[in-house]
């Protein structure tokens, strides 16, 4: 294999299929070669065959020897997941299937290489441990363990020391010694992803069986989703601002500098402003664009992402307020569940089926979420030792800006600490490579060999023909209702989207990031994703239509045009 970017590994023989889906949400840009070669080997790696074993699917002896990437991926500087491992899935786990593991990481996504069998696929023993596991999701009423991990996460943040006064070597230690705890919650974040995708395919499938497809996403709506919760307390701040003469005003002098502005303030409802302000940031700045990424800026290093979401959050009406369509949505929840059931009542074993995965729905699709806030977390907490330690050397005159640390790989730091000079030449052309990957699309799926750079899209490229009035695109539905309003195209959150309230999202993807940019939408529209993707899942918590797997909608549709989103129907329509 010719390596595209310094990271590059090779692609698993016994499992040789690999998707950008789901990961690049969390990956959106080429991988740093620092992040990978500390992280993914030791932690992401080991943490995701810690979870398939755990469920019983799968035997340590099954995979390549510690030290290998095989679950995960990086190939052209991208971040990849491990298809083939999740169909094998598909055939262990009882009364499951490889299409509807499929649809998990692809939706409706075409070109998808088809499924070919391999005799090793075929374990009666993990059949028979994967449906234990199974039957033990449909009978699970709580998880105590999620207050146990994040008990432990606050005491791990809470005992870091003082990094300005580490040494070098002793930032660099930490970095690589925080690898164990990573793993442990990297291990229980696949573990719970793995059965929200069982319990949602298995809603799906009962759904689709009683002539009742729409309904999967009305039973899997209105969870109390941690991911969602800043998203919360983001329109109660922007309520704030809405009903402050002083504060829209400075407000609408834009963004920049403004916090600068408010702080020499001596104004009653500015200093309200600024108190509710670090409360939010002091619980959600560790959140920020491709949030796995070490190099990322997040919301307490770079405010103008969250104050952006914010400035347009606090345009919006009073009667958008999220938590008042909640109970609209819970109800239509309990109406959508009590309808299957009542389909069912023939059938008392696919009735009881169907009521174990809705319950099991409002307990481990919020895991999943809750399991991923806390990686996020775990993030930062490794980030901070990097973001001191390449300080320092921009404070030296050595690196113009700290990320560029993190060009390096693993075994190369210690030399750039001892003899930094030596360096130089290495950074700078890797950071002209990081800039090129940066500017191409990777392909979403491919089987065997990765492919070269020059089958990689250019971010920037010949549009392809706009859509036209009365148009249809087609997508998976994932968040109920209907919604029309102008299309509002967002590349990412570090455009300034000027998002106006009821206009439509319309996005390659989204990340944790940008929950509170979906307060001002009046629908979501992407084009990769899936149940169980992040605009889905709060799209569905906040009560506004969404469409996903949306073949080239970023290309096709315009600022401005106006479109209807079903997110009943899957169907995206062209005024």
Known sequence: MTKVWVCDNEPSERFPIYTRGNVSEVFVEAVSPLTWSAYAPRSWELGWRDALCRMGAFT?????????????????????????????????????????????????????????????????????????WLRSLFTTTELPELAEDEARLDRLVGSRPDLSMASDAELLARFRELRPENRYFFAKHIYMTYCSNVVAAVVAQIAAAVQAPEMAAKVTTVLDIPSARQSFEMWELSRVVARSAVLMREFDAGVDGLLERLLDSAEADVRKFLAHWAEFIDRWGFLGASVWEFRSATYASDPRVPLRMLDRARQAPDAAAPRERSAALRAERDKAIKEIAARLSGDAEARDRFLGAAQAAEVFLPAREQTKLNCTRMTEEIRANLRELGGRFVERGVLAAWEQLLLLLDNEVDGFLNAPGRYGEKIANRQAGLELLKSKWPPFVFEGEPPPLEAFEDRVKEPKPAVTSGEQLTGVPVSQGVHTGPARVIASLDDDSDLEPGEVIVAVTTDSSWGPLFLAAGAVVCQTGATISHAAIVARELGIPAVVSVPDCTERIKNGTVVTVDGSTGRVTVA
Do not use: H, T
């Open 60 to 132: 340590l002896d099954e995979f390549e020897p510690v030290g290998e990437c095989e679950v995960v991926g990086c190939f052209g500087g991208y971040v990849y997941l491990n298809v083939s491992l999740s169909r094998v899935l598909g055939v262990r786990v009882p009364g499951m299937s490889i299409e509807a593991m499929d649809r998990s990481f692809f939706g409706d996504y075409p070109d998808v290489p088809p499924y070919r069998p391999d005799p090793r696929d075929e374990n009666p023993e993990c059949a028979r441990a994967a449906g234990e």
